[in-house]
């Protein structure tokens, strides 16, 4: 079954999505296991719940592509960075053939919950590092192509030239 992504120019990206409460309920829990299949399935390496139509505060990840080492965070907070920044073209699995000349820390500190509500704190580098920072930027409405010479500009592609999309959220909220 083929899982189809919300994609720009639609204004829900743009969307600020909400804290996840805790416990699960089971159509998080699903869903959880859907975004994997679907970062999977369009050869990503992460993906918010914002690009399935969820406004919900969690992304999965998996940078190794190998499909076994697969994470989820739920209402992730990045308490630390580096100082040292790289800037790098990004691309998105909601603005495909379009990229952003983004400049990311290359070394944070994740604070989050697991699934089962627990919370954890982590240091991420380089490729996880970005693939975060890119994921919490979908978390609070930010597109990697919004960014200009590494800096973030909302102006870049105007949210007034975004238009509603067919493809409507099955968002709960």
Not at 90 to 103: A, F, I, N, R
Not at 109 to 127: R, S, V, W
Request: with cysteine; charged share 30%.
């Amino acid at each position: 079954m083929y899982i189809e992504l919300v994609k720009y120019p639609d204004v829900f990206l743009r969307s600020v999505s909400k804290t996840v409460p805790f416990p699960l309920d089971e159509k998080t829990q699903r869903l959880i296991k859907w975004m994997y299949k679907a970062m999977y399935q369009h050869h990503g390496i992460g993906l918010a719940a914002i690009q399935v139509g969820y406004q919900k505060r969690m992304f999965v990840m998996d940078c190794t592509r190998s499909q076994t080492n697969e994470k989820v965070f739920i209402n992730p907070e990045i308490v630390e960075r580096s100082e040292e920044t790289i800037r790098d073209n990004e691309g998105c699995l909601s603005s495909p053939g379009k990229t952003g000349d983004v400049s990311r820390h290359i070394r944070i500190i994740l604070k989050y919950q697991d699934e089962n509500g627990k919370e954890e704190k982590k240091t991420f580098y380089n490729l996880e590092a970005r693939c975060i920072q890119h994921e919490m930027d979908h978390l609070d409405g930010k597109l990697c192509i919004d960014y200009e010479k590494g800096n973030y500009s909302r102006d870049k592609h105007k949210s007034q030239t975004m238009v509603e999309s067919d493809f409507r959220t099955k968002s709960d909220t």
